[in-house]
């Protein structure tokens, strides 16, 4: 059994494999470090790896120390993985990203593949046929932008992200809410439009804490996958144990 802690910038996910299998997930906030202890007191855990987008609080970091197996620290650049990075920073790269890569090219071997990550903030990486992460980009995430707008501005509401989205708002409400989702749908779809050009053989994974409604009028395979950055962290510990 592996132990795969993804931090990132909302909520950490704690993830079971038993190999390639994910067994169980658990998603857990900031001070709920008590929560680790119990998920690994479920499972009869070998080793495990840790990636994370955001500082580490010193009592996870403490608790994570005291496990009684080896546990990984991914480090971007650093630590060795499956694939060719051709990103110019390589240590500047999240883990996040670097994960869902080398995820991608173990689930499509020999092929073209972006993946979509939607949450705090919007990422596209590419890796290609040849098993090269060539680079990727960083979008401001739906709730980022309305909190932007209410920052920004004397008289915009904070809106919700749940609710109507008209095509046309008919309200500020709707307005802002229109804007800001049909907005980063409209900017997904014509990234995948721009990738396809290039690649026809494209394959895109949708992943991520937000699910957006993508308006395809192509057939082309699009797989909504959670668990691609967990299974880029698992190919990862695999990859190195001999290590540990």
Same mark, same amino acid.
């Given at each position: 059994?592996?132990?795969? /802690?993804?931090?990132?910038?909302? =909520?950490?996910? *704690?993830? =079971?494999?038993?190999?390639? @299998? ?7 906030? +900031?001070?709920? @470090?008590? *929560?680790?202890?119990? !998920? =690994?007191?479920? !499972? ?21 120390? +005291? ?10 650049? /650093? ?34 593949? *972006? ?5 705090? =903030?919007?990422?596209? #990486? ?25 920052? !920004? ?11 109507? %989205?008209? %095509?046309?708002? #008919?309200? %500020?409400? %709707?307005?802002? +809410? ?9 900017? /997904? ?43 880029? *962290? ?11």
């Amino acid at each position: 059994m592996n132990l795969i /802690i993804d931090i990132g910038n909302t =909520c950490t996910k *704690l993830v =079971c494999f038993d190999d390639d @299998t994910v067994v169980e997930e658990q998603r857990i906030g +900031r001070g709920e @470090t008590r *929560l680790l202890e119990r !998920f =690994c007191e479920k !499972f009869n855990f070998e080793k495990g790896i840790l990636g994370t987008v955001a500082d580490i609080p010193q009592d996870f970091d403490e608790q994570v120390a +005291r496990l009684p197996f080896p546990m990984l620290r991914m480090e971007s650049g /650093i630590t060795p993985v499956p694939i060719v990075n051709k990103y110019h920073t390589p240590k500047s790269l999240g883990a996040d990203r670097l994960a869902a890569a080398v995820a991608a090219a173990w689930l499509q071997p020999g092929r073209n593949v *972006l993946i979509v990550d939607i949450g705090t =903030c919007i990422t596209y #990486d590419f890796v290609n046929a040849k098993g090269e992460y060539r680079g990727g980009n960083i979008s401001p995430g739906p709730d980022i932008r309305f909190r932007a707008l209410k920052q !920004f501005t004397s008289r915009l509401l904070l809106v919700d992200r749940e609710g109507p %989205t008209p %095509t046309m708002g #008919d309200t %500020t409400e %709707t307005a802002i +809410r229109s804007g800001v989702i049909l907005g980063a749908e409209y900017e /997904i779809e014509g990234y995948v439009r721009r990738f396809r050009e290039k690649y026809p053989d494209l394959i895109v994974y949708l992943t991520g804490g937000v699910h957006l409604s993508m308006r395809f009028k192509e057939k082309f395979p699009i797989l909504a996958d959670d668990y691609i950055v967990p299974k880029g *962290l698992n190919r990862i510990l695999k990859y190195n144990e001999k290590n540990m």
